[in-house]
């Protein structure tokens, strides 16, 4: 009981009850979006998502007590793990409207890619831990560089662009942390824009035709250009209160594309208003706020390292999801953590909220 008790008030108590506000909100709109299908198909969402959460909590719960440090230890085994499962998925991975990015196993198809995010978190924490007095090393910097470059290059095979860019955003924010020079990080974000026009030619048809669209809403309205516009119709039709739950036109009568999983967010918008919606982001301020807490709150570089890859993480999902929503950003594919239908996308988010947590109630403090 004293353990137990222990446990209790060292535990991030706001970033829990975050986390599972969020999923149940996330879990109620899931519903809004599908309940005229889920009369014969119910397994596939509600319930389906739910068995997801379940599994990320056990998951999650054994992490717990396992030290953070521990995951250091491991992080290199961890990475070829992830490199083989990547590439396992471009040999026999499943192939969804287009996209091979899943593998099956037991019933159950997960993404990889999802996994990898966790992973290189886990594996620069470990080498910039290691490497924080060479920041001024080009050495150190590339080999930072080469870390992502396979995992990227694999998913951005599957095509996965938005789990890609999500790598390099996780990257950046860790660099920062870890005290490389302001002018390097100038190096690199230059270095990047200009590779832009060359990334260009690697892209396949339908996401050129994402990013025209965005410099150009009424070139395709009908086509690649139609999702976003019946999204800020969703969004803007919502006004202060929204339009009830389960009451949304654009959901309900199917105008909106994609509103389980990526647009979900707009569900939020039409149903509950720009007030439901702010309640929202409010609680993942709360979740941000604990997670960068945590990460200055300790004096062990590994486990700073580890809370900011995995604040950035959410926060990189979450501007760019609610900005893709809204139509200040191209379409590029990335769930809302925890509100988004996606039993990887919700089991990785509940492992990287665990390990905030164990990072505050082991972090070393002197």
């Not at 959460?53 to 999650?60: H, K, M, Q, Y």
């Not at 560089?145 to 924010?173: N, Y």
Request: aromatic share 12%; glycine share 8%.
């Amino acid at each position: 009981m004293r353990a137990i008790r222990v446990f209790l008030r060292k535990i991030d108590k706001a970033l829990v009850i975050s986390t599972v506000l969020l999923f149940l909100i996330g879990l109620s709109f899931l519903y809004s979006t599908t309940y005229q299908r889920e009369l014969v198909f119910l397994e596939k969402y509600t319930i389906r998502q739910l068995a997801w959460f379940i599994v990320g909590l056990i998951l999650a719960g054994v992490l717990l007590k396992i030290n953070y440090i521990r995951f250091i230890d491991f992080s290199y085994p961890l990475y070829f793990l992830t490199i083989l499962m990547l590439l396992l998925v471009l040999l026999v991975g499943d192939i969804i409207l287009g996209a091979q990015r899943w593998l099956e196993v037991g019933g159950f198809a997960f993404q990889p890619s999802e996994f990898a995010k966790i992973v290189i978190i886990i594996v620069l924490a470990n080498y910039l831990g290691k490497n924080r007095l060479r920041m001024y090393s080009i050495k150190t910097i590339t080999f930072s560089f080469i870390l992502i470059s396979v995992p990227m290059f694999l998913i951005l095979k599957q095509p996965d662009l938005g789990t890609a860019i999500t790598l390099f955003a996780i990257l950046f924010s860790m660099l920062f942390v870890s005290g490389i020079k302001i002018k390097h990080l100038a190096a690199i974000t230059g270095i990047g824009i200009s590779a832009l026009p060359i990334l260009w030619h690697f892209l396949k048809p339908y996401q050129k035709s994402r990013l025209l669209v965005f410099l150009n809403p009424n070139l395709d309205p009908l086509g690649a250009g139609y999702t976003i516009r019946q999204s800020k119709i969703a969004v803007g039709s919502g006004m202060l209160l929204g339009k009830g739950w389960q009451s949304g036109t654009q959901n309900i009568l199917n105008f909106l594309p994609e509103r389980h999983t990526d647009f979900i967010f707009s569900v939020v918008g039409e149903e509950v208003g720009f007030i439901g919606a702010l309640c929202v982001l409010l609680l993942f301020f709360i979740i941000i706020k604990q997670g960068i807490k945590i990460a200055y709150s300790t004096n062990d570089i590994y486990g700073r390292l580890l809370a900011v890859g995995i604040v950035s993480m959410i926060i990189f999902h979450i501007f760019v999801n609610i900005s893709m929503t809204i139509g200040l950003m191209p379409v590029v594919g990335i769930p809302l953590p925890l509100i988004s239908y996606g039993g990887s996308s919700l089991v990785i988010t509940l492992i990287a909220i665990s390990i905030l947590l164990n990072i505050k109630i082991n972090r070393p403090i002197f």
